[in-house]
Structure formats: structure tokens, C-alpha cells
């Protein structure tokens, strides 16, 4: 199956500073990445939406402006977490697919944020 | 828009046994039913996935089924591993094209295998 690495895969910062977490696809070109937010025992929360080379789509309640995603190319999209606070600690996870009727959903292996 | 509802939230089996989880949808418009097998701090796995002109698909001891009529479909794990536990988690798309775009996922099933 198709690959998509996250990077870092657990990060721990100080409150106040910004973090970047990068989501790749390695063996095919993804049209559209998410990014989703998980809780402990929870299920996952969709984040934004984001195709390549234009703005994310952002899902009613996340702060765009906190949370800054860029899809620079079809193998690249990246999350960055500004001012980050003790209360966006969480396990973060992007996936990509391609679009159409085999458009299967990949998932990175997700980024532990512990914010200080 | 849709909703996902999934059960049991906990499921315990003795090795061997079998394992069913089901989940229901609102949106009748929905063609795409995948389901992720996800382990404790990795991303989710898909595991097996049936698209809505379907009613059954299998891999070796996973299978899915789907109700068009009811909006339920269910995963079904047999003869079920210690490596089988971990949170599942179905998901249903409405996506003109199939596809995995606008994905709503279910709460998730901690499956548990006893040894």
C-alpha cells in the first residue's frame, strides 16, 4: 500500500514557541491531505482539508491562524502549531489520498505534541 | 451531514473466537465504508474497505458487510489473534467519486483479545 511519513513523530516545546509537523506521501502524489487531531480514547477529529497549492479548508472551531497548514506539493503538506499552549497537547495525524473512485484514505503514523 | 455511530465502544472475545463491530450511517448518499485498525500512538491503518454497489467483501479472516437498506455495515474478524487488538474504527463517505474525501469516522472499538 501507499506510504505517508510524519515527521516528528512526538515533539515536546515550550509554551509560546511555534511547531512544525510535516506529513509526506512517499510513493504516489496526493491531491488532498487532512489533518486531524486526536484525543486519548477518542476517535478522530478532521482539522482542515488541504489540496495542493491552495488554502487549507478549515473545519468550524479550528483556528486557522493557530493552526497553519501549507500543501506546497503533491508529496507535502505541514502543520504548524503557533504559540502553542499546554491545551493543543495532542496526537496529531495527517492522511492523503488521491482523488477518485480509488481515492483510498493513507495515514501517517501520527506526532505526540506535549506543550510545556 | 452524515453521522457514524459505532458499537460496541469496548469489545472483549477469547482468542479464537470471533469479533463483530458494527456501525450505522445517516446519510443515505453515502458509497464509501472503510475501516482502520489503529494501534496504541500510531496512525490508523486501513484494513478493508466496501464500496456502496457491494454487500459482502472478504480478506482471509476479516470480512464486511454492508445493509444499503438499514445504513449498517460491520466488520467481522475470525478465528481473532492477540495482534488483532487494537481500536477500530469504521467511516462512511458521501463523495461523488467514491472516494476517501470527506470521511466521517465512527468513536472507535477497543478490542480486546483475551489469551
Known amino acids: 500500500g501507499a506510504v505517508v511519513s510524519q515527521h516528528p513523530s512526538w515533539v515536546i516545546c515550550k509554551s509560546g514557541t511555534s511547531v512544525k509537523i510535516e506529513c509526506r506521501s512517499l510513493?504516489?502524489?496526493?491531491?488532498?491531505m487532512f489533518w486531524y487531531r486526536q484525543f486519548p480514547k477518542q476517535s478522530l477529529m478532521l482539522m482542515a482539508t488541504?489540496?495542493?497549492?491552495?488554502?487549507?479548508?478549515?473545519e468550524q472551531g479550528v483556528e486557522k491562524d493557530k493552526f497553519l497548514i501549507n500543501h506546497a506539493s503533491l508529496t507535502l503538506s505541514t502543520l504548524t502549531v503557533t504559540s502553542a499552549h499546554p491545551e493543543d497537547s495532542s496526537f496529531y495525524i495527517c492522511?492523503?489520498?488521491?482523488?477518485?473512485?480509488?481515492?483510498?484514505?493513507?495515514f501517517g503514523e501520527g506526532s505526540r505534541l506535549t506543550v510545556l | 451531514g452524515e453521522n457514524v455511530e459505532q458499537h460496541p465502544s469496548t469489545l472483549s472475545v477469547q482468542e479464537g473466537d470471533s469479533a463483530v463491530i458494527k456501525c450505522t450511517y445517516s446519510?443515505?448518499?453515502?458509497?464509501?465504508f472503510p475501516w482502520y485498525k489503529q494501534e496504541l500512538g500510531k496512525g490508523p491503518q486501513l484494513i478493508i474497505d466496501?464500496?456502496?454497489?457491494?454487500g459482502e467483501k472478504k480478506d482471509q479472516r476479516i470480512a464486511v458487510t454492508l445493509n444499503k437498506t438499514a445504513k449498517h455495515f460491520s466488520l467481522h474478524i475470525t478465528e481473532t489473534q492477540p495482534e488483532d487488538s487494537a481500536v477500530y474504527f469504521c467511516?462512511?463517505?458521501?463523495?461523488?467519486?467514491?472516494?476517501?474525501?470527506?470521511?466521517?469516522f465512527g468513536k472507535g472499538t477497543h478490542l480486546i483479545i483475551q489469551p
Open positions: 492522511s492523503a489520498t488521491t482523488s477518485g473512485r480509488s481515492g483510498e484514505l493513507f
Open positions: 510513493d504516489f502524489q496526493a491531491t488532498t
Open positions: 488541504s489540496n495542493e497549492g491552495s488554502k487549507a479548508t478549515y
Open positions: 446519510d443515505s448518499a453515502s458509497n464509501y
Open positions: 466496501i464500496r456502496s454497489n457491494v
Open positions: 467511516a462512511a463517505s458521501s463523495s461523488p467519486g467514491g472516494g476517501a474525501d470527506g470521511l466521517t
